[in-house]
């Protein structure tokens, strides 16, 4: 193989971009090379090669690793494939693409008000209600300070994977070690429209993950008010630790590598955010301040 490498780069060239898009696509759905590996069945030391462009994969293997990813194998072989394959969407997802994050949620509120389903005089913020959202990172401090937020405000705290583990009577592990990551997300939705439709105020503390599902969480977009609670990676894992999970560094040598991978793949998503907070170096209060501070200005 190494042999063929050198003699070809334009081989070499695609290797190491279809290995990036596996490592991508790995990451944005939170997943540890050892849970690929679990999961595809492919070897965590084959998955090693193939990410780092060494790997010369079957059609039968990139398929095993599309299905574990949840990842159309089309877009994963070709890097094409998408909606940007798409004429009359492409001009308009390239100028997306240029603008910088700070202009996104300006430019989704008006693509928002484009062809809005329901009530003509229904704006963003009447359909969003009062309905606050956290996204981030496990280890940011949604579930601490969400369920501080929602006594201050006086409204029902929700914990999205909570509910998921609920309807389906096991946990989040569970649900993905014995139905996989699609049906998780399946779960995650229906559970996400039942919140949406019982409550007219709440704090959500959603999971790392939900931005991962686009049609998930653009109906959280669109539902809910949401903030981007943020902290240095560090802290994230840290926080996770000193909570007694282990497992991000349980047969992971490579967690913080994984954890800024993660954070990296899902930062355009979490910038979408209405509004962020950094809880990096705060206390509970201090952190809980800011955000009651953000809050208050979305629902205003």
């Not at 946990?171 to 014995?178: H, P």
Request: with cysteine.
């Amino acid at each position: 193989m190494s042999d063929k490498l050198a003699e070809d780069p334009a081989l070499k060239a695609y290797l190491a971009a279809l290995g990036a898009r596996v490592r991508e696509a790995r990451a944005k759905r939170g997943m540890a090379r050892r849970i690929l590996a679990r999961d595809s069945g492919v070897s965590e030391r084959y998955l090693a090669q193939l990410e780092g462009g060494s790997g010369n994969p079957t059609v039968a293997v990139l398929r095993q690793i599309a299905t574990a990813v949840d990842y159309p194998l089309a877009q994963l072989v070709t890097g094409e494939g998408g909606i940007e394959a798409t004429p009359e969407l492409a001009p308009l997802i390239a100028r997306l693409r240029a603008l910088p994050p700070t202009l996104l949620p300006e430019a989704r509120e008006a693509l928002n008000a484009v062809g809005r389903t329901g009530s003509a005089t229904e704006d963003s913020s009447s359909a969003k209600a009062k309905r606050i959202a956290l996204i981030g990172l496990r280890g940011g401090g949604k579930s601490t300070l969400g369920r501080l937020l929602a006594q201050r405000m006086d409204v029902p705290f929700v914990e999205l994977n909570r509910i998921v583990e609920r309807d389906y009577g096991g946990s989040v592990g569970e649900i993905m070690a014995l139905s996989g990551q699609p049906a998780f997300r399946r779960l995650e939705r229906r559970a996400l429209e039942n919140i949406v439709k019982e409550n007219k105020a709440a704090i959500i503390a959603t999971g790392g993950g939900i931005v991962s599902e686009s049609s998930t969480f653009q109906l959280l977009l669109d539902r809910c008010h949401t903030i981007w609670i943020q902290a240095q990676p560090e802290e994230h894992m840290s926080r996770v630790i000193a909570q007694g999970d282990l497992r991000p560094m349980a047969k992971n040598e490579e967690a913080m590598e994984d954890l800024k991978a993660i954070l990296k793949a899902r930062e355009p998503a979490y910038r979408q955010a209405d509004a962020s907070i950094d809880t990096s170096g705060q206390t509970v209060q201090e952190s809980l301040e800011s955000l009651e501070i953000a809050s208050r200005k979305l629902i205003a």
